[in-house]
Nanobody, 127 residues
Framework: QVHLVESGGGLVQPGGSLRLACTVS????????MGWFRQVAGKEREFVVA????????AYGEPVKGRFTISKDNAKNTVYLQMDSLKPEDTAVYYC????????????????????WGQGTQVTVSS
């Protein structure tokens, strides 16, 4: 059974940085993708970033390009989301996701690509 565990959320001031981590268990090989979506209460979930675990493909949502970076540590089965230059509008619950298959680049940003979700971690950007 696939299980995702997130960590690293919290409160940060505008302009600050935060790093989220997501560790996956129950998966073998590298033919799948992992990433992050976020959600504000009352709104739909929004794509943030994702990458294939073999390193071949990576995609970023427009609001976070140039500020957020996804990386991975295969030995630890963990992906990281480094968030810099944070803005109040980045405030949301951030969900780690993992795909069932090995998506192509154009599918990385689609919510239907992901069959496994973490429990979510709150990120609040406020002074």
């Amino acid at each position: 059974q696939v299980h995702l565990v997130e960590s690293g959320g919290g409160l940060v001031q505008p302009g600050g940085s935060l790093r989220l981590a997501c560790t996956v268990s129950g998966r073998t090989g590298r033919d799948y993708a992992m990433g992050w979506f976020r959600q504000v209460a009352g709104k739909e979930r929004e794509f943030v970033v994702a990458m294939s675990m073999n390193g071949a493909r990576r995609a970023y949502g427009e609001p976070v390009k140039g500020r957020f970076t996804i990386s991975k540590d295969n030995a630890k089965n963990t992906v990281y989301l480094q968030m810099d230059s944070l803005k109040p509008e980045d405030t949301a619950v951030y969900y780690c996701v993992s795909s069932r298959g090995n998506p192509i680049l154009s599918s990385l940003g689609k919510i239907e690509t992901y069959g496994y979700w973490g429990q979510g971690t709150q990120v609040t950007v406020s002074s």
